[in-house]
């Protein structure tokens, strides 16, 4: 299954339930586990070690997909999970862009999204 899980957190709503899709995940693949934040690190690993994870941090400086990607690569990740709002309109998702959708094109492994609808 996942020997190694890449969880990208920022600390939002979106990341917050990417984080609680990412334990389960990892808790059922029994998956050594990476946070990677740019800002919210040490909230994100504080959350998954109270879940009772071994996880190692890492911080990230510049385009959220390159970074994602480039751990990802240097890990040999299986996984990479993320979190996703859903956008209400076509036109919103248009103008916007997707750093999931770009991740999609460019992702080394396989990537979950945790939607929420809110």
């Not at 990341?15 to 946070?35: Q, R, V, W, Y």
């Not at 990802?72 to 998702?93: M, N, P, T, Y």
């Not at 862009?97 to 990537?111: E, N």
Request: hydrophobic share 45%; proline share 2%.
């Amino acid at each position: 299954m996942f020997k190694k899980i890449l969880l990208a957190y920022n600390g939002s709503h979106e990341g917050k339930s990417a984080l609680l899709a990412c334990a389960e995940i990892a808790k059922f693949a029994k998956s050594e586990t990476h946070l990677l934040a740019v800002a919210v690190l040490n909230e994100g690993l504080q959350q998954l070690r109270q879940k009772g994870f071994s996880v190692a941090g890492h911080l990230a400086v510049g385009e959220p997909v390159e970074e994602i990607c480039r751990l990802a690569a240097e890990l040999k990740c299986d996984l990479i999970v993320v979190g996703h709002k859903q956008k209400a309109s076509f036109g919103s998702r248009w103008w916007r862009g997707s750093v999931g959708k770009t991740l999609l094109d460019h992702a080394p492994c396989s990537i979950f999204v945790a939607l929420t609808g809110d």
